[in-house]
């Protein structure tokens, strides 16, 4: 299955600082819509409602996957489409912990820890771009 990516150049090349920051405990359908906290989702709406954000694994910033963002009447914030492609590339179980990192421009960093508590780690040393 290949990933919904978009290119490191089409991204800002440095981060900058976190400005938001938060965990997400995956329920029994890690797969499916998945709710963000209302507390991002307020933070986020000050300017505009955001219509997709930018996922990357923490760490490894040339994989982005965007992932859409839907509201429901009652202004809660949820990833939708890219979402499911996102979860079943990484493997996410209910019971995994994520950490989200926000550092604007939709941008967003994802920690994996799985149902034992250790973060999950989906590259080894060795990448395409270390080939010559």
């Not at 809660?76 to 912990?97: P, Q, S």
């Amino acid at each position: 299955m290949t990933p919904s990516l978009s290119s490191s150049s089409d991204m800002q090349d440095e981060e900058g600082p976190v400005l938001f920051e938060f965990i997400v405990v995956l329920k029994s359908d890690p797969h499916g819509i998945q709710r963000l906290p209302d507390t991002f989702a307020n933070f986020v709406a000050g300017d505009e409602r955001p219509r997709s954000l930018h996922l990357r694994e923490d760490d490894y910033g040339f994989y982005r996957w965007i992932v859409d963002v839907i509201y429901d009447a009652r202004g809660k914030m949820y990833l939708h489409i890219g979402w499911e492609k996102f979860a079943r590339y990484h493997r996410l179980e209910a019971g995994f912990v994520l950490v989200f990192s926000y550092f604007g421009d939709r941008d967003m960093s994802v920690k994996v820890f799985d149902e034992t508590r250790c973060r999950r780690n989906y590259h080894d040393d060795s990448t395409d771009e270390d080939d010559d």
